[in-house]
């Protein structure tokens, strides 16, 4: 993978991260904690935190 590339990945993982914890927030004050929507996003945002991780370490 080019350096482009591979900063352009970084960057649109990053808006992932930014994007799924906005609307985390949403849904925990819609849903509450506890509700499976709200676990869901929870753990696509460490999915995502994985991706930057091993993209950065890449």
Known sequence: MSE???RYVQKEI???LSDIW???GL???EYGPQHIITKKLTGMHGD???LLQE???K
């Open 4 to 6: 482009q590339n591979r």
């Open 14 to 16: 990053g808006r992932l």
């Open 22 to 24: 906005r609307i985390k």
């Open 27 to 29: 849904a925990e004050q």
């Open 48 to 50: 995502a935190q994985l």
């Open 55 to 57: 993209a950065a370490g």
